[in-house]
């Protein structure tokens, strides 16, 4: 079991950047994909971003590819998701999970962090 934990959010303007951190600890960090999903107050959880075991392959949600950017430190067990240009649409709580396949649906992790709250004033 891989533990994780977000860090990184808080209250932007819009416009601005800023990354978002997922610590990762326990079962092997290194053979595993990295997913992205966010909540938004009212509104379903959905996939923003996985990147695979070794950071050689990202994936985006479409309409966030270009202002999304995710990677992986694997010597220091941490993968990162960078926001840029935010918009207040990205307002969510952002959640890191760990999988085995580098899929872009809630059943592809297992381990899933508490999420971090990303909010972004007009």
């Known amino acids: 079991q891989v533990q994780l934990v977000e860090s990184g959010g808080g209250l932007v303007q819009a416009g601005y950047s800023l990354r978002l951190a997922c610590a990762t600890s326990?079962?092997?960090?290194?053979?595993?994909?990295i997913g992205w999903f966010r909540q938004a107050p009212g509104k379903e959880r959905e996939f923003v971003a996985v990147v695979n075991w070794d950071g050689t392959f990202t994936y985006y949600k479409k309409s966030l590819k270009g202002r999304f950017i995710g990677s992986r430190d694997k010597a220091q067990n941490t993968a990162y998701l960078q926001i840029n240009n935010s918009e207040p649409e990205d307002t969510a709580v952002y959640y890191c999970?760990?999988?085995?396949?580098?899929?872009?649906?809630?059943?592809?992790?297992?381990?899933w962090g508490e999420g971090t709250q990303v909010t972004v004033s007009s």
């Open positions: 999970a760990a999988g085995d396949r580098a899929g872009e649906n809630a059943a592809d992790f297992d381990s």
């Open positions: 326990g079962r092997t960090f290194v053979t595993r994909a």
